[in-house]
Each structure stands twice: as C-alpha cells, then as structure tokens.
C-alpha cells in the first residue's frame, strides 16, 4: 500500500473560460502528476462570475473534482439550495451562520483512505458576519479528527494575516490549508515547522489579463470614475489554472512537500453553456 497520497487543489474558476481550462488540463495533470485527489474551489463558476449551479457542480466532479468548496458567492444562485443539501461533495463555509443549507466539512474515500476537507471563511476586510473561523475550526476539527489525520482546508479570505493566522494555528493538526478569495497565486508556499502544507492563495483559474476574472475596462471604469458598473466575466485568452499539488503522509497526516502549479492555455475552447 502507497504511503503517500498527493493532491491537487486548484484554486477559484471563474466563469466559462474557469470551467473549460480546468476539463482540459485536469485529466492531465492527474496522469502526469500522479493524482490521487482533487479540491476545487467553484464559488465563481457561474458564467456570470458569481456562485455556482448544480450543472456546473456535476461539470467539475464529471471532470475529476472530488469535493468542491466555495465561499462569500454560494448562495449566488438559488438552485444550489436544494442541491448543496442532497450533495455533501459541495461545501459552503463551515462557519456561516447555523440554519443556512449545506455542510462546511466532509470526508471522502481516496484510494482506500479518508480524506477530510474543510470549508472556512474570513472576517478580516469581508462584509459577511461568519463566526470566528479559528473557533469554528477547532469545532470542526474534534470530530472529523476521529475520522482521519489526512485533513484538508479551504481559508476563503482576504487577508493575508488571516490566512496565515489560522495555518500556524492549525499547524500540526492538518495536513494543508491554502487560501482562496483574492484569485492570485502568491509564492509563500511552504510546509509549516509542525508539518502542514500552507499557501496564502491558490490564485484563480480563468482569463490571464482579467480583473481577478473580470473584464478590466469595466473594473477601471469603475475605479476612475467611482460609478455603478456591472462587472462582466472575461472570456478572453490566455486562461490560467492556478493551485498546488501536496503530497501527505498517509500514517501521520503531515504534508511532505508543497508545490504551486500554474499553467497558462492560448487555446482553450468554450464548449457548450452550462448555465
Ligand atoms: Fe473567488
Ligand atoms: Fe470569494
């Protein structure tokens, strides 16, 4: 039995562009890397950039996503309602308020081995009142410790400092925790002193001189002249599909080795809508 497992974790798909880059490149990547599991964060799959449909969720599990996260953007889209309580594979932060549909936490099989994943969302600079996500992980974390040490967390926030915050706090306990939210890789990736994976941001995956996805002329339309726009997802290549690949120890639960992936297609095609 292999020792270790490695999995990749892609970080925010936005739009149309978002949903093919990651059907063309994932199955790749799986056999070239040796993949054994995939975490994607799909909370602005939509092809207007904001939240995801059960269309699209079934798109990215079709196409190699074993469990797909999300953040501030979930509830964008009404149908994902009655879909995020039938499918424990789509997750909404853990800490959103009680009461709200779906689950922030779950477990899947990957090879024979429990792989846990956590969905948690930021404060810091973001206008959602979430519980305290150092709290809530610890919440969390008492129980799905009694399922697995092999334990993955999505930090969907925007501060850096958060980010950071949580991974020391988590370390040794987890076997990764990447950020996502801000849609741009940054290059501390690292295994923490205690042996968690850590990366302050995935980075997105979508068109490559967008705005965080978006189309720039309207973004800077609205930055000059601080009038009311409405952002519009940037279909345009190069797309770029961002995240990292992270190999763990199946015995301990702690991460060997991180490694960011970024890959940058001129030629990606738009398939049919999946709105
Ligand atoms: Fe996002
Ligand atoms: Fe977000």
């Known amino acids: 039995m292999q020792n270790n497992i490695r999995v990749l974790c892609i970080g925010d798909i936005v739009g149309l562009l978002g949903c093919y880059m990651f059907k063309k490149h994932v199955a790749e990547l799986k056999r070239k890397h040796k993949i054994d599991a995939v975490i994607v964060n ?64 779950t477990t899947f099989n990957c090879n024979g081995v429990t792989v846990g994943v956590l969905n948690l969302q930021g404060r810091i600079f973001m206008k959602e009142f979430v519980d305290c996500p150092f709290r809530a992980a610890q919440t969390a974390l008492s129980f799905l410790k009694s399922k697995t040490n092999i334990i993955f967390v999505d930090f969907h926030a925007e501060a850096t400092s958060e980010k950071m915050g949580l991974a020391y706090f988590l370390d040794g306990q987890i ?38 996805g978006m189309k720039r002329e309207i973004v800077l339309k609205n930055f000059l002249t601080q009038m009311p726009v409405k952002f519009e997802v940037d279909n345009n290549p190069p797309a770029v599909m961002s995240g990292i690949i992270v190999d763990v120890d199946i015995n301990t639960g702690k991460a060997n080795n991180i490694e960011r992936v970024r890959i940058v297609d001129n030629d990606v095609n738009l398939g049919e809508s999946l709105d």
């Open 42 to 105: 799909g909370e602005n799959s939509h092809s207007q950039g904001r939240g995801i449909t059960p269309r699209i969720a079934n798109f990215l599990k079709a196409n190699g996503a074993d469990v797909i996260t999300t953040g501030n953007h979930i509830w964008a889209r009404r149908e994902i309602q009655s879909y995020i309580i039938e499918n424990k594979d789509l997750l909404r932060p853990y800490n959103f308020p009680s009461g709200c549909p779906g689950v922030g936490v």
């Open 175 to 212: 076997s990764a925790l990447f950020g996502t939210h801000t849609h741009v890789q940054t290059a501390d990736e690292r295994v923490l002193p205690d042996g968690t994976a850590f990366i302050s941001d995935l980075g997105m995956t979508g068109s490559l001189n967008s705005m965080i």
